[in-house]
C-alpha cells in the first residue's frame, strides 16, 4: 500500500516552460515532505524540503507548495532547463519520536527539451 | 568533502551465495541508512543507525538479511544465502543529526544474482 504516490511516471517540458510535479499522500500523520533528484547511475540528492506548518517553500529555481487538506505537494520548476532531466522523488515522514524513517514514492521521470 | 562511498559499484552473483556490501559514510554524520530500489517497489529503507547503533531494523526482508556498523565510518549490509529477488540496487544514505531528512546517498551498488 503506497502511502506516497506520484501517479504521473514521467512527464515532458520544454525548456524555459514550467514544470510540475505531483505527489499525493495518503497518512494524515505525515508532518514533513521532501523532493530528491535523481540522475541515472547516482544516488539521489536532497533538492527542497516543507514542513507542515507551511504551505510554500521556495528555492531559486524550486518551489514546493502543500495543500494539508487535500494532502498534496508540487515541486514546481521555472524556468526548466535541460539538466533538469531526472527522475524526482516525493518522501514524507512524521517527526513523532525524531522518527528518520522516510516514505518514498516511485518517482517521476521528467525530460526538458531543448 | 568524500561523499558517500559504496563497493562494490556492480556484484553479480550465483543463488545461494554470500554477498556483503560496503559502505563509508560522510564523516561527521551521525545517521546511516541502508535502502533497496527497486522498479516495483521503488526505494525502501531497509534499516538505519544513529551513532552505530541500529534503530530500525523493521525493513530488513527476513533473517538471510544483517547489517552492521562496527564503527562510524563503515557499515556492511550481508546477504547470506542470495537469492534472484535479492537483485536490485542498494544504496548506503547518511545524515547529520541537525538536518532533518537531508541525506547524502552513495552512488549505490547493483546486484544481480542470478
Known amino acids: 500500500d503506497q502511502q506516497v504516490k506520484q501517479n504521473s511516471p514521467s512527464l515532458s517540458v520544454q525548456e524555459g516552460r514550467i514544470s510540475i510535479l505531483n505527489c499525493d499522500y495518503t497518512n494524515s500523520m505525515f508532518d514533513y515532505f521532501l523532493w530528491y533528484k535523481k540522475y541515472p547511475a547516482e544516488g539521489p540528492t536532497f533538492l527542497i524540503s516543507?514542513?507542515?506548518i507551511k504551505d510554500k517553500n521556495e528555492d531559486g529555481r524550486f518551489t514546493v507548495f502543500l495543500n494539508k487538506s487535500a494532502k498534496h505537494l508540487s515541486l514546481h520548476i521555472v524556468p526548466s532547463q535541460p539538466g533538469d532531466s531526472a527522475v524526482y522523488f516525493c518522501?514524507?515522514?512524521?517527526?513523532?519520536?525524531?522518527?528518520?524513517?522516510?516514505?518514498w514514492g516511485l518517482g517521476t521521470s521528467l525530460a526538458v527539451n531543448p | 568533502d568524500a561523499g558517500v562511498i559504496q563497493s562494490p559499484r556492480h556484484e553479480v552473483t550465483e543463488m545461494g551465495q554470500e554477498v556483503t556490501l560496503r559502505c563509508k559514510p560522510i564523516?561527521?554524520?551521525?545517521?546511516l541508512f541502508w535502502y533497496r530500489q527497486t522498479m516495483m517497489r521503488g526505494l525502501e529503507l531497509l534499516i538505519y543507525f544513529n551513532n552505530n547503533v541500529p534503530i530500525d531494523d523493521s525493513g530488513m526482508p527476513e533473517d538471510r538479511f544483517s547489517a552492521k556498523m562496527p564503527n562510524a565510518s563503515f557499515s556492511t549490509l550481508k546477504i547470506q544465502p542470495s537469492e534472484p529477488r535479492d537483485s536490485a540496487v542498494y544504496f548506503c544514505?547518511?545524515?547529520?543529526?541537525?538536518?532533518?531528512?537531508?541525506?547524502?546517498f552513495g552512488e549505490g551498488s547493483r546486484l544481480t544474482v542470478l
Open positions: 518522501a514524507a515522514s512524521g517527526e513523532a519520536g525524531n522518527n528518520r524513517k522516510l516514505i
Open positions: 544514505a547518511s545524515s547529520q543529526a541537525s538536518v532533518y531528512g537531508e541525506l547524502f
Open positions: 564523516s561527521g554524520h551521525d545517521y
Open positions: 516543507i514542513s507542515s
